[in-house]
């Protein structure tokens, strides 16, 4: 079955206490993103990557870090959580970097840092 | 600055009726959008999407409108069913001065209860 998968899907941490979010997907696609949803605010971009070993900056990049060392892999890496990025998280991948391109996204991330 | 804005929360309509979700962007950049549901716990899944050389897409109950020169999209579900309920969201894609055309800038989302 072609999907995203998102692991945990809930995890409560501390402030300061480094995590990580691990994205999988199988359907061999070249685009790859995460995105935040906050209420009143929709899903807004962190980090994407075109391809392997390409990344870059979405529109709230902050304290977050990502890797592409290998295709189907994009895991999400918080060095230092803070309240602020208690949120809800999906990574989402798409066969192309192409407009015209369905994302198909993971069944989301809760993460709440105290 | 929200680009792609969704002002009504939630809607709320009756089992075959006419349910219309709007959406209106601000950059005139946007040339392709996409309507995503979602239901609780779970990713949202695309829905239908239309280009900006086109003003209708349809397919089957769902069928999308694009007014480009009021910069206004809506779905329209047709007739409306329970199982409807979910958030929607609308999302738009382009250039819009950038290479990252993967990127969906998003709307807030719309709540749409469908009552039997």
């Known amino acids: 079955e072609a999907q995203v998968t998102q692991n945990p899907r809930y995890l409560i941490t501390v402030t300061g206490k480094k995590l990580t979010v691990t994205c999988s997907q199988n359907?061999?696609?070249?685009?790859m993103s995460w995105y935040r949803q906050d209420p009143g605010l929709g899903l807004r971009q962190i980090y994407y990557s075109m391809n392997v070993e390409v990344t870059d900056k979405g529109d709230v990049p902050e304290g977050y870090k990502v890797s592409r060392k290998e295709k189907r892999n994009f895991p999400l890496i918080l060095e230092s959580p803070s309240p602020n990025q208690t949120s809800l998280y999906f990574c989402a991948s798409s066969l192309r970097p192409k407009k015209d391109t369905e994302a198909f996204f993971g069944q989301g991330t809760r993460l709440t840092v105290v | 600055d929200q680009q792609v804005k969704q002002n009504s929360p939630s809607l709320s309509v009756q089992e075959g009726r006419i349910s219309i979700l709007n959406c209106d962007y601000t950059n005139s950049m946007f040339d392709y959008f996409l309507w995503y549901k979602k239901y609780p716990a779970e990713g949202p899944t695309f829905l239908i999407s239309?280009?900006?050389?086109?003003d209708k897409n349809e397919d089957g109950r769902f069928t999308v409108f694009l007014n480009k020169s009021a910069k206004h999209l809506s779905l329209h579900i047709v007739p409306s069913q329970p199982g409807d309920s979910a958030v929607y969201f609308c999302?738009?894609?382009?250039?819009?001065?950038?290479?990252?055309?993967?990127?969906?800038?998003f709307g807030q989302g719309t709540t749409l209860q469908v009552k039997p």
């Open positions: 999302a738009a894609s382009g250039s819009h001065g950038s290479s990252n055309t993967g990127k969906l800038i």
């Open positions: 359907m061999n696609h070249e685009y």
């Open positions: 239309i280009s900006s050389i086109k």
